[in-house]
Every structure is written in structure tokens, then in C-alpha cells.
């Protein structure tokens, strides 16, 4: 299921720090949500561009709403 | 007991926003690396930061709690000082003066302060939440020695809770002509001069009498309210009464000191070269406005400041001049 493995994909990454470190160096979107997916598969995880794209959404929606 | 290796794991990230999941405190978390808060406004820093795609996409989400563990298991610097302020009154400016020193953590009102100090919740619950979240804050990323925290002006109706949390901390308190800051909310409100925004400052207002009357006295209105709110501490060890007319100077003959602090000959010159720009517009060169904003007052906004707030302004003088 790619949700759910984005998902544990997702806390994987907020363990690793040296994971972190090769995302960290991606300035441009598109490269980011690209190299994700890629690393994802390295990592024998099944998602996609979309799964990628509904988080960063759903984190940028949170910030802007954070004063309501 | 939270392990130093998950500590660790947070050691270059900040938290930057509280919100509620089922009816528990979360916080939302940024990787800054060695990224100071060197921006006019915490909000600015992280919006920035948040530019980032990494920084869109991982955020640790962690309970409240887990500030009380960073608490027990690993100090900060203890607050070097505090700036509580009227707004439009050169709290900024002091704010990047200390931010010009790399050995400085700044925090210029950063909205996860207000947000727990807005709570519903007992005092004491506030309290121990605000001591783990500046804590928090006050962990060095990059050696820093110091740190101040700039509060929203409105938060010093919250003193007597904030010296509760914090009743080491030197802090100042600054102000100024009164008509001068009715002329810069009237040319740009601030947040807390908008009828509704800041509950706690429209207390004994309502609604509908905060449309009714002029702009002009809504703000002087709020003003006094702020000014009120500190009287009850002018006598305490730790505040020095700053006023706007005694910047930048004072930075270095008083506010230094009252914060304990001795910097280098070069870090007072870069203090100084700070404050050439514009601190809220930092591309712009300072100048002064005193005298433009006295000229631009309306007839209503001087008697508003007459009215409502000039004698507490003069009171806050007598205060501190009595202290000179």
C-alpha cells in the first residue's frame, strides 16, 4: 500500500540523520520529490510523486492555518 | 526517560508551531541546522526555512511533553534577558542589536510563546509548559553564550505569570511618546489594534464600542492598557524602563549592563553598525521619525494620546528618571 509505506518511509527518514543529509542538499522541488520517491525505492518502499506531494501539502495547509 | 540519542536526533531543530490532536498539545518541529535567528521576526526566520522542500516535507510531530524530557534531561542557556515593549517603540532595533552578535540567541515574539500564554488552562499548567518550550528555544546550535527573548507587546499583560516562570531573568521595558505609536498603527495596525484580534487587551471594551470609537483612541485605549499592566512591577530588582528617545545609546550604557553583559570593542561595533538599517526593513537605512509622526498626528489621535495615555507615559518617566 503506498500510503503506508510513504508512511514508514516518512518516520524512517526522521530517524536517519544521514538520510536526511543527502534530501537536505535538494533545492528544487521537483528534484526533492523525485529524489524521495528514488531513495523510497532503495529502500524497498512502493509510493509515488502524489503520496510525496499530499504530505508537503498537508504540512503547508497546517502553517497556514496555524493562527485559526 | 527519553534517551540522549533521541535528543540527539533534535539537536538542529526548533519547534515552530503548538496545535491540538485529540485533545493533546503537539508541536511541530523544522530542521534550522546553524541557521540564527537573525530576521526582524521569529515568523520570518522560519518562513524562510520553510521554503526548504525538505523542510516541507519532514517535520517531527512530537506531544508537548516531549519539551518536559528535553526540560529534565538537557538545560539551555538561562534567559540572559527579556524586552517587553508598547510595539513601535525600538524593541526591534534592540532585538537586532543583539542579534548582530553571533554568541546571542534572539527570539523576536515568537507566536508559540502567545499560544500557550493564551490557553484556557491553570496557571501552573502555563507555567511549566512555557519553562520546557524556552528551554527548548535555548539550546545552542552554534555555541551561543546568550539568550533574549522579545515578547509580543500584548504579553505584558501576562508579566506576573512570566516572572513566575522566569523570576531570574533581568528584562526591560520600553516605551514612547505615545502619539508617536498612535501615528505608526494608524499608518500600519498591528495585530493588537484591530478590535477582537488580542482578547485579553479588548477586555472592557466591547464589540461594538471598539468599532464605534475612533482608531486613533482604540489604540491609545490598548496602549494604557500595556502601560497599566507594568506599573505594578516598577519597583521590581530586575526591569530597567527604557524609552524610545534614548536608543540606540542606551543599548550600550545601560541595557548591557542590566543584562550582565560585557562584550568585545568589535562586538560593540558590530552592535553599532546594526543600527544604521531600518530593524523592521533591514534593506532600508534607519532615520529618525519622531518629529514626522508628531507633524502627521491628527487632532484626534493627539487628544487620544492627551486623554487616555500621556499620563502614564509621564509616570513611566518619573519612574525611571527616579532610577537614573
Same mark, same amino acid.
Given at each position: !500500500?503506498?500510503?503506508?509505506?510513504?508512511?514508514?518511509?516518512?518516520? !524512517?527518514?526522521?530517524?536517519?540523520?544521514?538520510?536526511?543529509?543527502?534530501?537536505? *542538499?535538494?533545492?528544487?522541488?521537483?528534484?526533492?520529490?523525485?529524489?524521495?520517491?528514488?531513495?523510497?525505492?532503495?529502500?524497498?518502499?512502493?509510493?509515488?510523486?502524489?503520496? *510525496?506531494?499530499?504530505? !508537503?501539502?498537508?504540512?503547508?495547509?497546517?502553517?497556514?492555518?496555524?493562527?485559526? | 526517560?527519553?534517551?540522549?540519542?533521541?535528543?540527539?536526533?533534535?539537536?538542529?531543530?526548533?519547534?515552530?508551531?503548538?496545535?491540538?490532536?485529540?485533545?493533546?498539545?503537539?508541536?511541530?518541529?523544522?530542521?534550522?541546522?546553524?541557521?540564527?535567528?537573525?530576521?526582524? #521576526?521569529?515568523?520570518?526566520?522560519?518562513?524562510?526555512?520553510?521554503?526548504?522542500?525538505?523542510?516541507?516535507?519532514?517535520?517531527?510531530?512530537?506531544?508537548?511533553?516531549?519539551?518536559?524530557?528535553?526540560?529534565?534531561?538537557?538545560?539551555?542557556?538561562?534567559?540572559?534577558?527579556?524586552? #517587553?515593549?508598547?510595539?513601535?517603540?525600538?524593541?526591534?532595533?534592540?532585538?537586532?542589536? $543583539?542579534?548582530?552578535?553571533?554568541?546571542?540567541?534572539?527570539?523576536?515574539?515568537?507566536? %508559540?510563546?502567545?499560544?500557550?500564554?493564551?490557553?484556557?488552562?491553570?496557571?501552573?499548567?502555563?507555567?511549566?509548559? $512555557?519553562?520546557?518550550?524556552?528551554?527548548?528555544?535555548?539550546?545552542?546550535?552554534?555555541?551561543?553564550?546568550? #539568550?533574549?527573548?522579545?515578547?509580543?507587546?500584548?504579553?505584558? $499583560?501576562? $508579566?506576573?505569570?512570566?516572572?513566575?516562570?522566569?523570576?531570574? =531573568?533581568?528584562?526591560?521595558?520600553?516605551y514612547?511618546n505615545?502619539?508617536?505609536?498612535?501615528?505608526?498603527?494608524?499608518?500600519?495596525?498591528?495585530?493588537?489594534?484591530?478590535?477582537?484580534?488580542?482578547?485579553?487587551?479588548? =477586555?472592557?471594551?466591547? #464589540?461594538?464600542?471598539?468599532?464605534?470609537?475612533?482608531?486613533?483612541?482604540?489604540?491609545?485605549?490598548?496602549?494604557?492598557?500595556?502601560?497599566?499592566?507594568?506599573?505594578?512591577?516598577?519597583?521590581?530588582? @530586575?526591569?530597567?524602563f527604557?524609552n524610545?528617545t534614548?536608543?540606540?545609546?542606551?543599548?550600550?550604557?545601560?541595557?548591557?549592563?542590566?543584562?550582565? %553583559?560585557?562584550?568585545?570593542?568589535?562586538?560593540?561595533?558590530?552592535?553599532?553598525?546594526?543600527?544604521?538599517?531600518? =530593524?523592521?526593513?533591514?534593506? %532600508?537605512?534607519?532615520?529618525? @521619525?519622531?518629529?514626522?509622526?508628531?507633524?502627521?498626528?491628527?487632532?484626534?489621535?493627539?487628544? =487620544?494620546?492627551?486623554?487616555?495615555? @500621556?499620563?502614564l507615559y509621564e509616570k513611566l518617566e518619573e519612574i525611571r528618571k527616579s532610577?537614573?
Amino acid at each position: !500500500m503506498p500510503k503506508e509505506d510513504f508512511e514508514q518511509f516518512h518516520q !524512517m527518514v526522521l530517524q536517519d540523520i544521514s538520510l536526511q543529509e543527502s534530501l537536505r *542538499v535538494i533545492e528544487y522541488r521537483n528534484d526533492f520529490i523525485a529524489a524521495v520517491v528514488e531513495k523510497g525505492k532503495e529502500k524497498g518502499f512502493d509510493f509515488g510523486a502524489e503520496d *510525496v506531494e499530499e504530505k !508537503m501539502n498537508e504540512y503547508r495547509r497546517a502553517w497556514i492555518e496555524r493562527w485559526f | 526517560m527519553v534517551l540522549e540519542n533521541d535528543l540527539e536526533k533534535f539537536r538542529d531543530w526548533s519547534p515552530i508551531r503548538i496545535y491540538w490532536r485529540e485533545n493533546r498539545p503537539f508541536v511541530d518541529w523544522c530542521w534550522l541546522g546553524k541557521e540564527r535567528f537573525t530576521d526582524s #521576526f521569529f515568523d520570518i526566520t522560519i518562513q524562510r526555512q520553510l521554503s526548504k522542500p525538505f523542510n516541507q516535507l519532514f517535520r517531527h510531530q512530537t506531544p508537548l511533553e516531549f519539551l518536559g524530557e528535553i526540560y529534565e534531561n538537557r538545560k539551555g542557556i538561562a534567559p540572559t534577558g527579556f524586552i #517587553f515593549h508598547i510595539s513601535r517603540c525600538g524593541s526591534t532595533l534592540v532585538s537586532q542589536m $543583539l542579534a548582530a552578535l553571533e554568541q546571542n540567541i534572539v527570539l523576536s515574539e515568537p507566536p %508559540l510563546i502567545d499560544a500557550i500564554l493564551r490557553l484556557q488552562i491553570p496557571d501552573e499548567t502555563k507555567i511549566e509548559w $512555557l519553562k520546557w518550550l524556552v528551554n527548548t528555544f535555548a539550546q545552542p546550535r552554534n555555541e551561543e553564550k546568550h #539568550f533574549f527573548i522579545k515578547f509580543d507587546s500584548w504579553s505584558t $499583560l501576562d $508579566l506576573a505569570l512570566i516572572k513566575r516562570a522566569f523570576p531570574d =531573568a533581568p528584562w526591560i521595558f520600553m516605551y514612547r511618546n505615545p502619539v508617536e505609536i498612535i501615528v505608526s498603527h494608524k499608518r500600519q495596525p498591528g495585530m493588537q489594534m484591530i478590535p477582537g484580534q488580542i482578547q485579553q487587551l479588548s =477586555a472592557g471594551i466591547s #464589540f461594538e464600542e471598539s468599532f464605534q470609537m475612533p482608531s486613533e483612541e482604540y489604540c491609545a485605549r490598548i496602549l494604557a492598557k500595556m502601560c497599566e499592566s507594568v506599573m505594578p512591577f516598577s519597583d521590581d530588582k @530586575d526591569v530597567k524602563f527604557i524609552n524610545y528617545t534614548q536608543l540606540p545609546d542606551v543599548v550600550f550604557t545601560e541595557i548591557l549592563a542590566h543584562f550582565k %553583559l560585557d562584550f568585545s570593542t568589535e562586538d560593540l561595533e558590530k552592535m553599532r553598525f546594526s543600527t544604521q538599517f531600518n =530593524a523592521k526593513t533591514p534593506s %532600508l537605512n534607519f532615520t529618525p @521619525d519622531s518629529e514626522s509622526k508628531k507633524k502627521e498626528a491628527s487632532e484626534i489621535a493627539v487628544r =487620544a494620546a492627551e486623554k487616555i495615555v @500621556d499620563p502614564l507615559y509621564e509616570k513611566l518617566e518619573e519612574i525611571r528618571k527616579s532610577k537614573i
